[in-house]
């Protein structure tokens, strides 16, 4: 692994202090040092990357990633594609987020069995290319709740793209057996989702399931996530110990003070993309406004925004990412989270990319060594094509992102004209 330097960068070190010009050096798999101004550290040996001004930023983390959804317009197609398609997609698709700079990536539940555990290894390994992944179970859920897809005539449970258990017994064996299976997390569904045909603020899972669930990842060291929409599936989540709260969409007084009291040891990642886009951007699809209105989705946009708000200004973790893989949100656009941060949270663009990097680490349980650009973090970055604190759509685009290196390798090489092999020799 040869040792590069960045040299003529404007950093964004995720930390939140404002972008300095400077120098970052990578050595190995780590950022062995960052200076400020320019021809600070010596270029001998090294291959130099003259980036003329471009934007050194951390990797972002996706904190609700489901390669398996499969950019179609609704839940069936997921669940008709075969395990060998299945899989096949997913690796394709991992290396789609490493190619739009997100160098990790936290699953929130395949729609099969053992997809987020063999696609983290084989990342892992080597074998296919794809951010630093924490594999989910499938979404465990009870009769009727969200991803429950079986029908009274078909009753075939492999069909749906969730695990559905009754009773406590029942979901001890469920989580028992992705435990085996080798997941960093188990994943719950204890609140409904509109376009699943199940309302938002429907709570269908008891106490006693859930805790149960938490308690056998518990004992084995692993964490808890959970799809939690409606104000009291939230709070079920803050009672048992649940670590990842997806959505967080409705909430009380109680909820708010819930949540700001345990914002140390929580991540909030509603999934803000999914919601603006499903209920105003996929009439093409057949979900027109009027339609995702009806079904509900604008009041809930509502609801989640103010909600949202509340939870930053009380200092709760809120992390981009959540349900892209649908047509009308397709895999790879999920920097749009960041844009929508600032659009309808009112973050600042430092803020929205504080939130991808810095907090990044965290959700990925290396808060020691990932998401910043600090002398002995892992080297995870992206050279970034002008200013996303002026523009944050940049990190949309493709062609703006100039290179992704992924543990001090490139995984995507700048294209710039001035990048060098400078060998000793040649050093006077
Ligand atoms: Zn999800």
Excluded at 293 to 300: N, P, S, W
Excluded at 341 to 357: D, Q, R, S, W
Excluded at 376 to 394: E, H, K, Q, S
Aim: net charge negative.
């Amino acid at each position: 692994m040869p040792n590069v330097l960045f040299t003529n960068v404007r950093i964004i070190d995720g930390s939140g202090t404002p972008p300095y010009s400077g120098e970052v050096l990578v050595q190995g798999n780590r950022i062995a040092r960052v200076a400020k101004g320019v021809r600070a550290i010596a270029t001998a040996g090294i291959t130099v990357i003259d980036a003329a001004g471009a934007t050194l930023m951390p990797g972002m983390t996706e904190a609700h990633t489901h390669f398996a959804w499969n950019d179609q317009p609704g839940l069936n197609a997921i669940q008709r594609m075969p395990p060998e398609e299945h899989i096949l997609w997913c690796a394709h698709i991992a290396e789609r987020y490493l190619d739009m700079g997100w160098t990790s990536c936290v699953g929130a539940a395949p729609a099969k069995a053992r997809l987020d555990v063999v696609i983290r290894n084989a990342i892992a390994s080597g074998q296919i290319k794809g951010p630093r992944y924490l594999a989910a179970s499938q979404e465990i859920t009870v009769p009727g709740g969200l991803a429950d897809e079986t029908l009274p005539h078909l009753p075939f449970p492999e069909f749906s793209f969730g695990v559905v258990v009754s009773g406590v017994e029942e979901m001890r064996a469920a989580v028992r057996r992705f435990l085996k299976y080798g997941v960093d997390a188990i994943k719950l569904n204890l609140s409904g989702e509109y376009i699943a045909g199940i309302p938002a603020e429907f709570t269908p899972m008891t106490d006693a399931e859930v805790a149960v669930a938490v308690e056998e990842a518990k004992l084995r060291g692993k964490r808890v996530q959970a799809h939690a929409r409606s104000c009291e599936s939230i709070k079920q989540c803050l009672r048992h110990g649940i670590d990842v709260i997806y959505h967080a969409s409705f909430t009380d007084e109680e909820a708010l003070d819930m949540l700001e009291a345990a914002k140390d040891r929580i991540f909030v990642a509603p999934g803000l993309a999914w919601l603006v886009k499903t209920s105003y951007h996929a009439s093409q699809w057949g979900l027109t406004p009027e339609v995702t209105a009806r079904m509900g989705y604008h009041r809930e946009l509502e609801m989640a925004i103010e909600s949202l708000k509340k939870m930053h200004k009380r200092g709760v973790r809120i992390l981009p990412g959540g349900d892209y893989g649908f047509a009308w949100i397709p895999h790879g656009s999920n920097a749009t989270d960041l844009e929508y941060f600032v659009k309808y949270l009112g973050f600042t663009p430092m803020e929205a990319i504080v939130a991808a990097t810095k907090l990044g680490g965290q959700i990925m349980m290396q808060p020691d060594e990932l998401g910043l650009v600090k002398e002995g973090y892992l080297a995870d970055l992206l050279l970034v094509d002008g200013d996303p604190l002026a523009n944050i759509t940049l990190l949309q685009d493709k062609a703006r992102i100039l290179a992704v290196m992924k543990d001090g390798t490139f995984h995507r090489q700048p294209d710039v004209r001035s990048a060098r092999s400078v060998m000793p020799a040649s050093v006077a």
